[in-house]
């Protein structure tokens, strides 16, 4: 069984601050896809970032980072410099190319920006 | 990535009638779509996996014959949910894939309200 842990519920930062949302994440397979997604206020799901579980460099695209250890199944996500407009609904996914066959999301972390 | 519409973006129906749900993949041929429900607050929920031209695969305990789903062209599954009931309201959203890396691309969702 695959499972994804995302143990943040609400995550509360004024704007300009640092914050990490953390994904825990759980399966047999050696071969997986790690995502994540936004969900704003509007409720469609934006495709931020995949990681396949053979690569575990870290990725930067702009205010946004990814932080993929494989030795403690984490895959968390840091936003730099946050902003009013990142406020939204973040989910972790995991795809296993085994059995599953299914994309398992966590249950979400909401984060709200303050100005 | 992929372009995935949706069609209503909302609706309200009375208790006993259909709505059918439109997703359509709008650049890119869909051999397989997915269909998924949110309840407020709560993470997403796979319902069923659509195939063109053959029976969409249901997870457990969803009711195949209240909500059906037709996959009869590479750009166009519909779900219908059947009779629906105040217990059925919830936010019904699709995605097109797996592409690449294993992505699912997300239409912007359907707010079902039924009175």
């Known amino acids: 069984a695959q499972k994804v842990t995302q143990a943040q519920t609400e995550i509360s930062v004024v704007e300009k601050e640092d914050v990490t949302l953390d994904c825990v994440y759980e399966?047999?397979?050696?071969?997986?896809?790690l995502f994540w997604y936004k969900q704003p206020p509007s409720g469609e799901l934006v495709f931020l970032i995949r990681r396949n579980s053979f690569d575990e460099q870290n990725e930067i695209s702009g205010r946004y980072s990814w932080n993929f250890q494989k030795s403690t199944s984490s895959f968390n996500f840091t936003i730099t410099a946050s902003q009013v407009v990142d406020s939204a609904v973040y989910f972790c996914?995991?795809?296993?190319?085994?059995?599953?066959?299914?994309?398992?999301f966590g249950s979400g972390t909401q984060l709200t920006v303050l100005p | 990535g992929a372009v995935v519409s949706q069609h209503p973006s909302r609706v309200i129906c009375k208790s006993g009638t259909s709505v059918k749900i439109e997703c359509r993949s709008l650049d890119f041929q869909a051999t397989t779509m997915f269909w998924y429900r949110q309840f407020p607050k709560q993470s997403l929920m796979l319902m069923a996996t659509s195939n063109e031209g053959s029976k969409a695969t249901y997870e457990q305990g969803v009711e195949k014959d209240k909500f059906l789903i037709n996959h009869a062209s590479l750009t166009l599954s519909t779900l219908t949910v059947t009779s629906a009931h105040p217990e059925d309201s919830s936010f019904y959203i699709c995605s097109q894939g797996p592409g690449q890396g294993e992505t699912q691309y997300f239409g912007p969702g359907t707010r079902l309200l039924v009175l």
């Open positions: 399966t047999r397979d050696t071969t997986y896809y």
């Open positions: 996914a995991l795809y296993s190319s085994g059995s599953a066959r299914q994309l398992t």
